[in-house]
């Protein structure tokens, strides 16, 4: 069972509001592109994935998704995060795509293990796989089959109440604690925490953060 990904990314414009008493409109833009070139890093090599899918009308994040050979599905691109993956999963599955896999595109430190661990756990459907945020507050990723298995619905409190649509649905549900997927960017206490993680040494986020002097606005 190959998932599909499916990666919603808004518009650069207005991104990372939450991070505005830190970072100039221009820095947010930035972080946001470095962080999803990330993301896109672990997923290319990531074994046992169908596809990699960005929701998106973002002009600078669709050249991005051809340069590493991803779809652009343009459906519910500005329907919210939740909008945008169950206009993704309905394209898919309508297609016949069994499973999909949703990830942020502000989760910098992930690696390919980890997405390749989400993919291992799956069983045979129905399943519902999660990787809660570092706070067990945001759903940092989601693997489930068939793409509609259970109701969806994204925010900062997501992760409890996604834990509970799927026993609602039937399904147990699975949970996997994948440090590098639970790292996300939203506040600027979490760009101090994303530093001191060894699953960020390595990520070309930190190093923009190092070479522009963010890190020492947090300290």
């Given at each position: 069972?190959?998932?599909?990904v499916i990666l919603p990314v808004k518009e650069m414009v207005g991104a990372k509001q939450r991070l505005a008493a830190l970072l100039s409109p221009?820095?947010?833009?930035?972080?946001?592109?470095?962080?999803?070139?990330?993301?896109?890093?672990?997923?290319?090599?990531?074994?046992?994935l169908a596809g990699v899918a960005l929701v998106?009308?973002?002009?600078?994040?669709?050249?991005?998704?051809?340069?590493?050979?991803?779809?652009?599905i343009t459906e519910g691109a500005r329907a919210g995060h939740t909008g945008a993956v169950k206009a993704a999963a309905s394209v898919l599955q309508a297609e016949g795509v069994a499973a999909i896999l949703t990830l942020?595109?502000?989760i910098p430190a992930v690696?390919?293990?980890?997405?390749?661990?989400?993919?291992?756990?799956?069983?045979?459907?129905?399943?519902?796989i999660i990787a809660p945020a570092h706070d067990?507050?945001?759903?940092?990723?989601?693997l489930m089959s068939p793409p509609d298995a259970v109701k969806l619905r994204f925010g900062e409190?997501?992760?409890?109440?996604?834990?509970a649509a799927s026993r609602a649905a039937g399904?147990?549900?699975?949970?996997?604690r994948l440090p590098g997927i639970a790292m996300d960017i939203d506040h600027p206490t979490d760009i101090a925490r994303f530093a001191g993680i060894p699953e960020a040494k390595a990520t070309q986020t930190l190093l923009w953060l190092q070479q522009n002097g963010i890190l020492k606005r947090v300290a």
């Open positions: 069972m190959k998932p599909w221009a820095e947010r833009i930035a972080l946001m592109q470095v962080m999803l070139r990330d993301v896109l890093t672990a997923l290319s090599t990531a074994q046992g998106t009308l973002d002009p600078w994040a669709q050249a991005l998704a051809r340069e590493y050979g991803a779809r652009i942020p595109g502000d690696k390919t293990p980890e997405v390749e661990a989400l993919i291992t756990a799956a069983s045979a459907a129905p399943s519902f067990e507050q945001g759903s940092n990723a989601i409190d997501s992760y409890f109440p996604h834990l399904i147990t549900p699975q949970i996997l």
